[in-house]
C-alpha cells in the first residue's frame, strides 16, 4: 500500500473518502460501560481489525483508558496486536485453536478460549510440553449453540482431574444470543444455564455479556466484551445515549450535471429522473463497503442537507440527487456525509437491510484514515 503519511497531497485529494475515527468518543464510551457495570471488569472485543476501525489504535486507547483484556477472534489476529500491547495485557483468541496451532499460540503469548474437549486436551498437551501451566479461558455453551463445551463436555472435563491439573483456567465464559433484545426469555435461560455449568468447574472469573448483555441489569458478573458499544453503537436499536459515534465517514464529489426530465441514471438506468434535476457522483462504491443495497434507497448529506441516491451502487461511487442542494455545497471536491452529525451508522444499516456490524466491518481499505486523540 502506498504510504499516504510520505506524501505531501492532502490524502482526501487521492481519491477515495475520508474514514474519520474519534478515539476520544471511544474512550468516553468505555467509560460510560464501565459506569453501567461497576463490579466488572470492562474488556475490549477488537477482532475484524476492531471492526474496521483499526486495532491497534483502538487497543491502545483501551489500554489507556485502563482496559487489560482483549479478545480477538483468530490468532492471526492475536499474534498481530499482542506484540503492540504492555505486557500487562491479556489477548483472548475467542475460536480457539486449529490442531496444531497451539505451540505458535503458546510462544505468542496469547490465550486461547477453549470451546471444546478436544481443545482443551490439545491445550494441555501443550501445557505439558512446555513444562508449565498455559493460561487459557474455557466458554461453556449455555444455549447459543456456536461455540463452547456441551453439558456431557463440562461433566468430563470437571470429572478429569488429570486434565485440570494442566489448565489455567483464568476466565470462564460463555455468549448470549439474543442479548439486543432485553425482554427475551432465553437471556435468563443462558444466564441460569451458565451458573449452573460454572457451578460444577473449578472457581474461575465469569463473563456472560457483550455490548447487548453490558445495558442488561444483573447481566455484568466478573467481565464484560463489549464490542459495538465501545464503537458508539447502542445494542438496542433506535436508542443511542449514553454513547458517543465514533466514526465518521465521508467521500468527495466528483462531477455534478443537469439532466431534464425523463434521463435515465447509472447500470442498467435502474432510475429515471421524474424532474429536471442536478445530480451528483461521488467517489464511494460498494468497493469501498457501501452496501450495493443501497442502490434507489438511502441519502447522504450535503451542507446537512439530504441527498436521496438514485440509480445503482457502483463499485467505485454513487449518484446523487442535489437540485435541492445549496450550489457551494456541490461543487467537486466537496465533502459529503455518510455517516456523520446527520446520519447514523445504524441509519445506514437499517436503510441497507442489514445490521451495524456488517457495514463497519465492510468498510474497504482506500479511505483516507484519520484519528482524533482521545
Ligand atoms: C463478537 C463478540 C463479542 C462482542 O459483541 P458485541 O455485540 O459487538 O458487543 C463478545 N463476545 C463474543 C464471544 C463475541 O464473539
Redo the contacts with the bound molecule.
Sequence with gaps: MLDRASLTVDPVLLGAGEMLVDLGALAANYRAIAALQPNARIAG?V?ADA?GLGARPVSATLYNAGCRNF?V?HLVEAMDLRPTLPADARVFV?NGLAPGAESAAAQAGVIPVLNSLDQAHRWADESRRCGMRLASALQVDSGMTR?GLSEPEVDALAGDPALRSHLDVILL?S?LAC?DESEHSANLQQFACFETLAARLPEAPRALA???GAFLAGFGLDMV?????LYGVH?VEGQSGPLRPVLALSAPIVQTRDVPAGTGVGYGLAHTTERACRLATVAIGYADGWPRSLSGRGSVFCGGVRAPIVGRVSMDSIVIDVTDVPAEAVRPGAMVELIGPHQSLADVARDAGTIP?EILTGLGQRFARRTLPA
Excluded: T
Excluded at 466484551?225 to 458499544?229: D, N, S, V
Design positions: 472485543v477482532k471492526y479478545f477472534a475467542l461455540l465464559m455468549h442479548a457483550n455490548s447487548g466484551r463489549p464490542g459495538l458499544a445494542p456490524y
